[in-house]
């Protein structure tokens, strides 16, 4: 049998970003004594100076539908307009059903194709890549990719290694139907034989396992920071150079660069690597967002689109890199300027 379908393509872009950071911000002032640092020590290792941490009520959920709505609304579309929705996420507290069914129900849409994946803080552009090609093949419409993150709520604030790294937030975008390629091809991998460079362990399992046994303690995120950090400088300008060229540009003709906000180091590392000139705009987010891991990307985009309305429009390459270890890289026209 030979099936019969139409196989033209549909080009894609983002149509909008919308963004929620939870109204508490935590100075580094506030986190340093139970790690016995210093404010100094965390803004020059990592230019983090400030955070925004979610309220025990406040759940993941709650941020990305906040996140959601206005990026809707700023694509000019309603809820039902939305026909699938990817997740990218590793603190949903439920192995199933997904965050993203949760959302579409809370979105009036729960009919909405939805699911989520866990690839860290590469788990945005995964989900941009995948949302590009349900466009681009018509499986679907409009696709909400989704970047939220409650990790305040797996970060041992006890942990020198990562307490004053990991923060909340919740950044979406909405992909849809486009005259031009506003979307690159991506660039992904994985680096799997350092799996246990970022962890988030123990599994439920283990509490399953061990009835009884108190020591086993709540599952956090574990992370080997300078192997991290060795990898992200010394792996990624490959990837960002190889999205580059796949999509036709170069550093020259570049708009602007909007990599995962892991470290303001590692970023400024990448700057000079991939030998971006001074033209190209940096998102540096991180300094009073910390690492929210899938959300970062989105996040910064906002931010940046705010600061700076004439981005509206221009090239972006988004690099997202963590654990797995994993990444992705594209690049993409940023959205047009809302009209609401
Ligand atoms: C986490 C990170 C900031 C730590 O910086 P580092 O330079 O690697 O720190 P080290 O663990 O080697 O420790 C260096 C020194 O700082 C001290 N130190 C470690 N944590 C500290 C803290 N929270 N506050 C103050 N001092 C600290 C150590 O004791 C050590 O002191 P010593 O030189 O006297 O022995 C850095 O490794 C990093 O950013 N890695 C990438 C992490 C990342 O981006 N993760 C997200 C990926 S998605």
Redesign the pocket.
């Known amino acids: 049998m030979v099936l019969n379908f139409n196989q033209e393509v549909q080009s894609a872009r983002i149509l909008s970003v919308g963004a929620y950071r939870p109204p508490r911000v935590v100075p580094n002032s506030e986190i340093?004594e139970r790690?016995?640092?210093?404010d100094e020590?965390?803004q020059q290792?990592?230019g983090i100076q400030s955070r925004h941490i979610a309220s025990a009520e406040e759940s993941l959920i709650d941020m990305a539908e906040k996140s959601a709505n206005i990026a809707i609304a700023r694509a000019g579309l309603k809820n039902e307009d939305i026909d699938a929705v990817i997740f990218a996420t590793i603190s949903y507290p439920f192995q199933a059903p997904s965050a993203a069914s949760e959302l579409i129900v809370r979105l009036g849409n729960p009919s909405a194709a939805a699911f989520d994946i866990s690839a860290?803080?590469a788990g945005f552009c995964y989900g941009v890549a995948l949302a590009n090609d349900l466009v681009r093949n018509k499986t679907a419409k409009n696709v909400l990719v989704m970047g939220a993150e409650k990790l305040s709520d797996f970060t041992d604030p006890d942990d020198?290694?990562?307490?004053?790294?990991?923060a909340d937030g919740a950044g979406a975008v909405v992909i849809g139907p486009s005259e031009d390629i506003g979307i690159g091809p991506t660039i992904w991998g994985a680096a799997a034989e350092s799996r246990e460079a970022?962890l988030l362990e123990p599994s439920y399992l283990e509490f399953k396992n061990n009835p009884g046994k108190l020591d086993i303690g709540w599952p956090n995120i574990s992370?080997?920071?300078?192997?991290?950090?060795r990898w992200?400088v010394y792996g990624m300008p490959t990837v960002a150079l190889r999205a580059l060229e796949a999509a036709g540009l170069t550093p020259e003709t570049l708009d602007v660069f909007i990599p995962?906000q892991?470290?303001d180091?590692?970023i400024e590392a990448l700057v000079k690597s991939i030998k971006l000139p001074d033209s190209v705009v940096v998102a540096h987010d991180i300094r009073t967002s910390g690492?929210t891991?899938s959300a970062s990307i989105p996040l910064a985009m906002d931010a940046l689109l705010a600061e700076k309305p004439e981005l509206y429009g221009k090239s972006a390459l988004l690099l997202g890199?963590?654990?797995g270890l994993v990444y992705a890289g594209q690049v993409v026209e940023l959205p047009f300027k809302p009209n609401n």
């Open positions: 340093i790690i016995d640092s210093t020590w965390i290792r990592t860290a803080c020198r290694a990562t307490a004053f790294i990991f970022i992370q080997q920071g300078q192997s991290v950090y992200a995962h892991a470290n180091r590692i690492n891991s890199f963590g654990a």
